[in-house]
Each structure stands twice: as C-alpha cells, then as structure tokens.
C-alpha cells in the first residue's frame, strides 16, 4: 500500500502558483519524499526529491516540515501543460527500490 | 541523448495468447523496472532486472516474466492473456552507480488491450 495521503483532485489558474499537499506520517528516517507526475498517456515523469531540506530546481520546489510527515510541491507558475496526475512517493533513495505509486492528485490548470 | 522507449506502442491479443512488450533504456542505465497501470489507476510495480537478473517482484503472477539482456534492454512476457491484463505498461531504467540518487525515468508505455 501507498504510504502517502494526497487530495484526488485540484484546481489552479493559469500563471498562479500550485501547491500541491502530501502527507507522509508514517515516514521513516531514511526514506525520501519523491514527486512524479503523469500527463494524460504518457509515462510518468520525476519532478523532485528530498530528504529533510527544502528543494528548489528548474520545475518546481518542494518543502517539507520539519517533522517530516507533511510536504508540500509548489509549482511557481501553473501553465496548461501542467494539467496532469502528480503522485507523491517515499522511498529509500539507496538503492533502487521500487516506487509504490497512490492513486495521486489530478491537477487542471485552468485559463 | 533517447530516453526509454518501448515497442510495440499498441497491441490487441486474444485471451489465452502470449505477448512480449521490449524496452530499451535510457543511455548509461543498467537497471530496467516494469510496471502495470489498470486505467484509472496508479502504476504497479511488476519487477525489477538488473545484471540480468530479476532483483525484485511485485505482487504478480508467474504468468509475468521478463527478461534482460547483456545491452541492459528488456523484455516482458506475459502468457495465458487474461482480460484483466488490459493495461498501460510501463518501463523505467534508472542507474545504480556510485552518488545516483536512483530516479527512475519512465517510457512511453506500450497500451495491451486483450479481447
């Protein structure tokens, strides 16, 4: 089973930011907080990770509490080609572990 | 640089036959994961090869099998087609070398529609 918790669904406007919740309460020390998301047919496609730090690259940020059990992903400026299915998933990043994907949150992004 | 790519994109068999769906991953990958998404769903992971041998299985039959070959490619049987196998499949390569941080990067998929 997923070990995550996320909304089935949101919307955000076109040029806002998207915050997308996750809540990960059962997280182990080691495991790592990853961010896929799957645009309609297509395979699925790595966003972000992180283990305790807040995470900034080129497609989004992710912020995680200090307690570990709630992260947050924020896309800075939500375009139309972000409509997609985003899924959180905690895994040990040692090596290379299966994903166990959720049934995740559906994102539209709306004019 | 190719990403994964996978082949057939579509196929249509007949319960009770045979298929085998091919991945090629992404360059300077060794490690190759199969995984089911049933429409609606999320992905499931099937298994795993690396060095030419299956590493790890998810919660699927013996019908599955796979296979990987000296070029890190794959291959994924699955026989006795049940109606139930009608899926999305997905391939994802990922790198086990020293400081990877064991993203996997997905193909395409290959859609299997069984009748």
């Known amino acids: 089973d997923a070990k995550t918790t996320q909304p089935t669904s949101m919307d955000c406007a076109e040029g806002r930011a998207a915050n997308l919740p996750c809540n990960h309460s059962t997280i182990s020390g080691n495991e790592y907080v990853y961010w896929y998301r799957q645009i309609h047919s297509q395979g699925p496609q790595y966003i972000i990770h992180g283990l305790k730090n807040n995470e900034t690259n080129e497609m989004a940020s992710l912020i995680i509490t200090e307690d570990r059990k709630s992260s947050t992903l924020i896309l800075p400026h939500a375009t139309l080609r972000d409509t997609a299915v985003y899924y959180c998933?905690?895994?040990?990043?040692?090596?290379?572990?299966?994903?166990?994907f959720g049934t995740g949150t559906r994102l539209q992004v709306f004019p | 640089d190719a990403g994964v790519t996978q082949s057939p994109t579509h196929l249509i068999k007949t319960r009770g036959q045979q298929v085998t769906l091919r991945c090629s991953p992404k360059s300077g990958h060794d490690t190759v994961s199969w995984y089911q998404q049933a429409l609606g769903q999320g992905p499931q992971f099937i298994f795993q090869?690396?060095?030419?041998?299956?590493?790890q299985r998810g919660n699927f039959p013996d019908r599955f099998s796979g296979h990987q070959f000296p070029n890190y490619s794959s291959e994924l049987n699955v026989n006795a087609l049940l109606l139930g196998d009608s899926a999305l499949y997905l391939c994802?390569?990922?790198?086990?070398?020293?400081?990877?941080?064991?993203?996997?990067?997905f193909g395409p998929g290959t859609r299997l529609t069984v009748t």
């Open positions: 998933i905690v895994r040990v990043a040692i090596r290379t572990d299966k994903l166990i």
């Open positions: 090869y690396y060095e030419e041998e299956e590493r």
């Open positions: 994802a390569s990922s790198w086990r070398g020293r400081g990877s941080t064991y993203e996997q990067y």
